[in-house]
């Protein structure tokens, strides 16, 4: 079980499984390893760390701190009160059929080739910044339109991809998960299709700026020092310097991403703007810039699973976002996403294959073989919705991570599987 822990409660004989407030390459502050000895914690505990995330499964307890399911109940009490009280999380979606579920395999590989062809067109506007060509962000429009689309289909698809995708340009990966996850949200507010069509240009060319940042310094694993910080920080001003007078840019692109690093206490950057200050959409950038953060893998880390990210995001509500977007974007992407993986208190793995939106803890999930090899209760390849099993103890989630953790090919697991009937 994941818990999350005070570092004062930190003791020899747990397994770290990560801390997510600290960016350093030290190897004592890295997730996934034991602690063997007190001074390894008192190393920990004098390099600014507060909480982390042990896992009592791999190393000991500890009798304080919450769960990993009283987090997920907090989180979800908070989405249920945003949402209209307990009417909406009462309320069961309508049951799910074979062919339903079968068809979010199709839309997956549907939308893995568009964001591929998106991928290659923001490579090369990347490119021709990096060889000072002139940029031209209309080519990407009609990509844009077509995953715009998409995401009108079927959102749990292009959620999995943004979630999963890997590649080894880490600034074009990231570009285009931005990209995806802000037309996700502005759409999932309602947003008119202009909008949302801007929004994905914007978020693919958020971070342009980073080519005239030293790879050394992007790249550095270790604490950045201010000078390197405020190196970094001028990323905004260069990608505004290299998109002035570029075809397709509109002026809402424009102030998208000028924003993506302002926050409405007035402690972000490049102008420390607070309040209403900030546009709509430039908090909005901001929240999907670090949710896509935090669920990434680094050298010094591996990826940190989407609900201690959400959990983070509802940590800065009203301080770095205003409260409901945050709690917005988590009803866009849901608790535990399309494509990550769950351990049930039976002993079963499975693969979350769509999410219901009216029970965002209740997602339908697809068995997989066990990471051992040999199979629990449930025989792999069963479609489980977890909704009309709410009530079975076995049916309860005691463990989320990233699919990255085992080896298999969700685009290979998605498409097939039988429908377990209800109880
Ligand atoms: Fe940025």
Same mark, same amino acid.
């Given at each position: ?22 960016v ?10 034991l602690?063997?000895?007190s ?13 982390l ?44 059929t ?6 979010i ?10 964001v591929?062809?998106?991928?290659l ?22 990509p ?35 990209g995806?996850?802000?037309? %996700? =949200?502005?759409? @999932? $507010? ?12 914007? *978020?693919? /060319?958020h971070?342009i700026?980073?080519i ?15 000078g390197?910080?405020s190196?970094i ?21 424009t102030t ?6 302002e ?13 209403s ?42 301080? %770095? =976002?205003t409260? @409901? $977007? ?12 399309? *494509?990550s /993986? ?5 002993g079963?793995?499975?693969?979350v ?8 803890l209740?997602?339908?999930i697809k ?36 699919v990255h953790?085992?080896?298999i ?15």
């Open positions: 079980m994941i818990k999350k822990i005070s570092v004062s409660d930190l003791q020899p004989g747990m397994h770290i499984h990560s801390i997510v407030d600290v350093s390459s030290d190897p004592l502050l890295r997730g996934n390893r602690v063997h000895s001074s390894e914690v008192r190393h920990i505990q004098s390099h600014g760390v507060k909480e995330f042990i896992d009592t499964d791999k190393g000991d307890d500890t009798r304080s701190g919450p769960s990993f399911a009283e987090i997920s109940a907090t989180l979800q009490d908070q989405i249920r009160e945003l949402a209209g009280g307990d009417a909406v999380a009462k309320e069961a979606p309508p049951p799910q074979e062919t339903e579920l079968h068809r395999g199709a839309e997956i590989e549907e939308a893995s080739q568009l591929h062809e998106a991928s067109m923001v490579g090369e506007i990347m490119k021709d910044a990096r060889m000072g060509r002139n940029i031209d962000a209309r080519p990407i429009s009609e844009i339109r077509q995953m715009k689309e998409m995401i009108e289909r079927s959102p749990d698809a292009m959620i999995a991809l943004a979630l999963l995708r890997k590649s080894d340009d880490e600034t074009l990966r990231h570009s285009l998960n931005v995806i996850l802000l037309m %996700l =949200f502005t759409r @999932s $507010l309602g947003m008119n299709s202009t909008v949302v069509e801007q929004a994905g240009t914007a *978020g693919f /060319l971070d700026g980073k005239r940042i030293p790879d050394s310094l992007l790249n550095k694993k270790g604490k950045l020092n201010p390197e910080l190196v920080r001028q990323h905004v001003k260069h990608a505004l310097q290299l998109l002035d007078g570029t075809p397709g840019l509109t002026p809402l692109m998208i991403i000028k924003q993506h690093h926050r409405i206490d007035g402690s972000g950057y490049p102008h420390g703007l607070s309040g200050n900030i546009h709509k959409l430039g908090q909005m950038v901001g929240i999907v810039d670090v949710y896509d953060a935090i669920t990434s893998k680094r050298s010094y880390r591996g990826p940190i699973e989407s609900h201690i990210a959400l959990r983070e995001i509802m940590r800065w509500a009203g301080t %770095l =976002f409260q @409901s $977007l945050c709690e917005q974007f988590i009803r866009c992407i849901g608790i535990y996403p399309v *494509g /993986l769950l351990e049930l208190r039976n079963t793995f499975a693969l294959i769509q999410n219901n939106r009216s029970a965002l209740h997602p339908v068995t997989i073989k066990t990471p051992a090899g040999n199979t629990a209760d449930d025989t792999p390849g069963q479609m489980i919705d977890l909704n009309m099993f709410r009530d079975q103890p076995g049916y309860s989630i005691v463990n989320h991570r990233f953790d085992i080896n090919d969700i685009l290979e697991e998605m498409p097939s599987g039988t429908l377990l009937s209800t109880p």
